[in-house]
């Protein structure tokens, strides 16, 4: 991967065929993993449909008292708002995380539309400035699911990863998290 930069308006990068594979696989697991396997549930509603019957539909399905995922890279990108509260948290859970959700799935749709865009590495990469946010966003995801993953809590934890010999299966793992770092700092520097 080159670093982003910006030219006649778009932010682009070019990436290989093996990149666009990895990020797009990458990209779709934190999808499953954020919709529970189901990402139809948060598609868009169908031009005219009815916001009162996806309300009622959604109030039928969502329990009043969510509960807190086992998975700890869930826990990390839906964090306990009030951690010495169970009650707030839960009612702050029941209210915006099904929204969360969604906007993570809308996101990330936006970064598989994109990396389609470029059949397999073929064509460069071009992110519109108006979705630079929802892929700055979904990076962040995935970084935090890999970072999770990795066992990565603060930067000294990240050095002492980086210091893995080559042949330790982690290694990789730790090269994907940077390479996602790289991919948002000159992402960001692009815009």
Known sequence: MKKFT?????VGTSLSGY??????????????????????RFAEPAPGADPF???????????DAPEVSDDPVLRRLFPNAYPHDERASSDFRRFTERDLRGKK??????????LDATEGG???????????????????????????????????????????PEDDPRSYMMSVYDWLGFAQETLIAAL
């Open 105 to 114: 799935v809308d996101d990330a749709r936006v970064v598989l539309r994109d």
């Open 53 to 63: 019957e996806r309300l009622v539909r959604d109030l039928q399905a969502e329990p």
């Open 122 to 164: 073929t064509h460069d990469l071009r992110v519109d400035p108006a979705d630079a946010q929802a892929w700055l966003r979904t990076l962040t995801s995935v970084r935090i699911a890999v970072a999770t993953r990795l066992g990565i809590t603060d930067a000294e934890s990240a050095e002492e990863l980086a210091e893995l």
């Open 19 to 40: 990149e666009v594979e990895l990020l797009t696989s990458l990209v779709g697991q934190l999808v499953e993993l954020v919709s529970d396997g189901e990402p139809e």
């Open 6 to 10: 910006r030219r006649r308006g778009l």
